[in-house]
């Protein structure tokens, strides 16, 4: 069975420093202080290290043969967004990022979807930037959760998603710049507690706004099962019956309406939140990811989903065919 990972992130061996080409900023770059290992610094500081699985096309085609998963869909890691920066400076390192997704792509078509990355801080740009992807053959794009600490509900970005409708790009929305993450430090709080809700602020913002009500064709997938969505949607809706005044301003459609019209991965890492979420959302809307090559991610691909015992249509949906209608794109393109 063809198996798609919906959620892995990738970046180019080599970057400019930014930092100094553009003369200001913490922007991300790569020391490659020793074989098969790079320093991510954003600045002068530390961020994490990465191992050559994430710049290494044919290392990670490799890897994913162990779990006989064929397509890794890519997209860049959420810091490199860059929003906060000057905005042609953002468009100029996104133009980066997506042209080493597109040689990619044109590489091993068999192995690789890329989805892009904008500048959502300016919509003229960024709009521009997806007419480019698009006719190169990128599947859509990333974003984050919030820009810059506005939600995605800001009018400033409808434009956005509207061009994105209009090209049937795919978007993947990505917990990132976490609220509260200067109070959390510790604990990795801002990965455990500020990312699931990232997202369910973004999924919110996307219904409360109206935003799916005005654009049906627009396909979402929120990252992470949707993060705390799902889970605490019972207290969403009881918020939207009870406080109309506060949470229907903007879109008078019951937010438990749009369940299965937007898409969501698999990284649960818990087989009963899984089952909870595919009785929500239907087989057809959640997707095989894994966060790879991260480790709060599922490095085993959808081992434990092999584990359910689902049956086999639902295993089917979960690995390509709910991907497929996201990414508008054939199983049959990826056979040999
Ligand atoms: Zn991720």
């Given at each position: 069975m063809l198996k798609i990972d919906a959620h892995t992130h990738i970046l180019p061996k080599k970057m400019p420093n930014w930092s100094e080409k553009f003369g200001y900023g913490d922007f991300i770059y790569l020391q490659h202080h020793k074989k098969g290992f790079a320093k991510m610094m954003r600045g002068n500081q530390f961020f994490r290290e990465i191992k050559e699985n994430c710049w290494d096309a044919r290392v990670r085609i490799e890897e994913y043969e162990h779990f006989n998963t064929k397509v890794q869909v890519v997209c860049t890691i959420?810091?490199?967004?860059?929003?906060?920066?000057?905005p042609l400076d953002c468009l100029d390192l996104s133009r980066f990022l997506n042209d080493h997704l597109v040689d990619l792509v044109k590489t091993f078509p068999k192995n690789y979807v890329g989805l892009g990355t904008v500048p959502m801080q300016d919509a003229d740009l960024a709009i521009e930037e997806l007419h480019r992807i698009k006719k190169e053959g990128l599947a859509g794009i990333q974003i984050g959760s919030n820009i810059n600490d506005e939600n995605?509900?800001?009018?400033?970005f409808y434009s956005i998603f509207e061009a994105c409708a209009t090209l049937g790009l795919a978007v993947m929305v990505h917990p990132w710049n976490m609220m509260g993450e200067k109070q959390m430090q510790r604990y990795w709080l801002p990965w455990l507690v500020g990312m699931p809700a990232e997202t369910a602020r973004a999924v919110c913002s996307l219904i409360f706004g109206g935003i799916f009500e005005r654009l049906p064709h627009l396909r979402v997938m929120f990252a992470h099962a949707g993060g705390s969505f799902l889970p605490t949607l019972g207290r969403i809706q009881h918020g939207f019956d009870c406080r109309p005044d506060l949470?229907?301003?903007?879109?008078?459609?019951?937010?438990?309406?749009?369940?299965?019209?937007f898409w969501i991965d698999s990284?649960?890492?818990?087989p009963l939140l899984l089952e909870y979420v595919l009785k929500l959302?239907?087989?057809?809307?959640?997707m095989l990811g894994s966060?790879?090559?991260?480790?709060?991610?599922?490095l085993e691909i959808g081992r434990f989903i092999e584990d359910m015992h689902l049956p086999p249509n639902v295993k089917e949906d979960i690995y390509c065919n709910a991907a497929a209608e996201w990414l508008q794109l054939t199983k049959e393109q990826f056979e040999k």
């Open positions: 959420p810091v490199m967004f860059s929003y906060w920066a000057k995605l509900s800001e009018s400033k949470v229907a301003i903007d879109n008078p459609v019951n937010p438990k309406s749009y369940l299965g019209k990284v649960t890492h818990d959302q239907g087989s057809k809307r959640v966060d790879y090559p991260f480790p709060l991610g599922d």
